[in-house]
Every structure is written in structure tokens, then in C-alpha cells.
């Protein structure tokens, strides 16, 4: 809590809410056959050489000498390219072939021919069934939806999630990887991409591999008596428009 008057300060305050999430994870193989998840792929991508990107998200003493964490407006910015690297590296890990070559061939005409194009942004639906996106606020989810080219089914968990618990930070992919659960989506084979962001600027996924089915209402998660609630309408964002 930033008891302070700074601007940029006492945003965080109003941003975040307080989450937790536990995970009892194994290595022996003898716990395969009571597991829900193998754990296929981790990522993280650090971009905080950056000046732009190190102080974006940045704790500090304000004027009186107050202790908060100030949020940059470059956020949003450095967010997105801090994405762009983490994409690239984990493209190869997860997606099909037929994605990589696109991916490839897109690479090869901007940076080794020169070719004034759009950047291909590979079809992430065709490697994962489900997505658990930080829900770090309305706009983020807005603009990984646009980015990602996902359609509303898949962010749902991440929507509700925001909705009924708030920005719980990196916790958040826990809770929305318990809505799939509670509503009986997830069935074996099923692959599962959680993905958050932190200061620094950080990014970083966990891919997993379901090993059974999960029947809607079998597990007990912060979500359990009241699932059948969800999903809510929530009414669009209003348009900025310059007057």
C-alpha cells in the first residue's frame, strides 16, 4: 500500500488486489498416473536492458520519501515489444510446421530482403486449446486478444477472472486455469498456455499437457459454488474521441 500523494504511485493501489495459488508439482514417474498436468515447455523473456522497459514498472521514494511502485506510460509500449521477443522464442517450441514456415518466410522478407510487411503473427489457436492470460486489466486483455487473434471463448477465463477476483498479478493464471476446470472444458490432450508479466520487464509462460479429462465441478478451486454465475456480460470499453 502507497500511502503517499504521487500520481503514478496510488495507481497501484487501486490496481491490484490481493490472490495466492498453490501447486503440489513432481518429477517421479510413479506420479504420472494421478497427475492432471505434464509440464511441456517454460519461457522467460527479461528485457530489462532496456531503460524504457527497467523503469516502466519501477518501486521508489516519492517527494516525502514514501515508499510505492510508480508506473510508467510507456507500459502498454513496452509491454507489447517485450511480447514481440517472447513470441519469437517461444514460436518454435509449440507450433506446427506449417506455422514456423510462415513465421520463417515472413522473417526472411523483412529482415533479409527488406520487404516493407507486416510482421506475421503466427496462429497461436492452432498449438494451444486454452489460454490464461495475466489479467492485468481491461486494455491489457484487449490488446493480447487483438494481438493474438483470439476469439472471446478463449478469453473468457481471463475476462471472469478480472471480474470476479480483480487483478491478482501472476496468481491470475491459476485462477483462470481453475474456470476452465470448473466449467469441464479441459480434456486429455488439451494444451494449456499461462502467461504473465512482471516488472523488470519480464514475460513468462508455462505450457502444460492435460493427462485427463476434468469433469466440471470435480475439483475444489475459488470458484466451485458459484461457476454456473459465469460468464457475465461485461459492456464494452468507451471510445476515446478527440473533441
Not at 500520481?7 to 491490484?16: A, G, I
Not at 488486489?17 to 492432471?36: I, N, Q, T, V
Not at 492435460?210 to 478451486?221: M, P
Request: with cysteine; glycine share 6%; net charge positive.
Amino acid at each position: 500500500m502507497y500511502w503517499g500523494n504521487n500520481p503514478s504511485m496510488l495507481l497501484v493501489n487501486c490496481l491490484f488486489r490481493m490472490g495466492g495459488s498453490a501447486a503440489l508439482l513432481s518429477s517421479h514417474p510413479s506420479d504420472r498416473g494421478r497427475a492432471k498436468y505434464q509440464l511441456l515447455h517454460t519461457l522467460r523473456t527479461h528485457v530489462g536492458a532496456d531503460d524504457n522497459s527497467y523503469s516502466c514498472v519501477f518501486q521508489e521514494e516519492d517527494e516525502e520519501n514514501k515508499v510505492g511502485v510508480s508506473l510508467s506510460k510507456e507500459l502498454m509500449n513496452v509491454a507489447r515489444d517485450a511480447l514481440k521477443v517472447h513470441i519469437t522464442s517461444l514460436g518454435p517450441l509449440v507450433l506446427p510446421l506449417s506455422e514456423k514456415i510462415k513465421f520463417l518466410s515472413n522473417l526472411i522478407e523483412r529482415k533479409v530482403l527488406k520487404t516493407k510487411i507486416e510482421s506475421y503473427m503466427p496462429n497461436f489457436k492452432l498449438a494451444f486449446e486454452h489460454f490464461c492470460i495475466h489479467t492485468g486489466g481491461r486494455a491489457v486483455l484487449d490488446r493480447m486478444q487483438k494481438s493474438l487473434e483470439l476469439e472471446d471463448w478463449h478469453m473468457e477465463p481471463s475476462r471472469m477472472t478480472l471480474y470476479r477476483f480483480g487483478n491478482t498479478s501472476s496468481s491470475s493464471v491459476w485462477y483462470e486455469l481453475a474456470y476452465c476446470e470448473a466449467k469441464g472444458r479441459v480434456k486429455k490432450g488439451d494444451r494449456v498456455w499461462q502467461m504473465a508479466f512482471g516488472s523488470g520487464f519480464k514475460c513468462n509462460t508455462a505450457v502444460w499437457l492435460a493427462l485427463n479429462n476434468i469433469e466440471a465441478g470435480s475439483c475444489r478451486s475459488a470458484w466451485r459454488d458459484e461457476i454456473a454465475n459465469f460468464p457475465v456480460k461485461i459492456d464494452p470499453l468507451p471510445v476515446k474521441t478527440n473533441k
